[in-house]
Structure formats: C-alpha cells, structure tokens
Nanobody, 122 residues
C-alpha cells in the first residue's frame, strides 16, 4: 500500500511563489509516474502537471505552463511542484498522485494523497 503525503501549501500573495512536496512510501518510487492535480472551491478536480519515472517527460495544464515546474528526486521518493507568479485562480487543494504512466487523466493514477491547501490572496 503506497502512502503519499503532500506539504508546502499555505497562504501566499498574488505574484508570489510556493514549492509543494509530496513524499511517497510503500512502493518503488522510481518506477512510477507522478502527477499533481488541484480542486478549487465548487469545481471538479483538474490536472496540473505530471512527470514520468525518470523526469524526462513532463506535461502541464495550459493554465500553469511557464509558471509551474514539476520535478522529482527519486533518491528521496519525492515529487515537487514549484509554483511561481501565483494568481488568485490558483487557489485550490493540491493533490499528488502516483501511477504507472504519466499523463493528464485521473484514471492513470491509482494512489492519491490527502491534499494540501494553497490560498492565493490579493
């Protein structure tokens, strides 16, 4: 059974930066793809970014391209989401997910963390 624990979410002003982390345990981390999704109040959960097992392939939602960067450290079983130039509309609960293949669809991921709240204020 894999466990994913996100951290790093907090209140930040628009234009600021945050780095989210997600630590995985219980599986061989470096063989799995990882993704970040987010759920804003009143909206469905949406794809943010994903990365394949060795970091060679990444995908981003159009809304975060050029502002967010996903990366991973397989030695530390951790995936990161660096978020720059944050906007009010980035406010959401951010979830990390683990799966066999990288991609933008939730169905590709079979393990999920509990989420971390990111709130962007004006």
């Amino acid at each position: 059974q894999v466990q994913l624990v996100e951290s790093g979410g907090r209140l930040v002003q628009a234009g600021g930066s945050l780095r989210l982390s997600c630590i995985a345990s219980g599986r061989t981390f470096n063989t799995y793809a990882m993704g970040w999704f987010r759920q804003a109040p009143g909206k469905e959960r949406a794809f943010v970014a994903s990365i394949n097992w060795n970091g060679a392939t990444t995908y981003y939602a159009d809304s975060v391209k050029g502002r967010f960067t996903i990366s991973r450290d397989n030695d530390k079983n951790t995936v990161f989401l660096q978020m720059n130039s944050l906007k009010l509309e980035d406010t959401a609960v951010y979830y990390c997910a683990l799966g066999l293949r990288t991609g933008t669809y939730e169905d590709l991921y079979d393990s999920w963390g509990q989420g971390t709240q990111v709130t962007v204020s004006s």
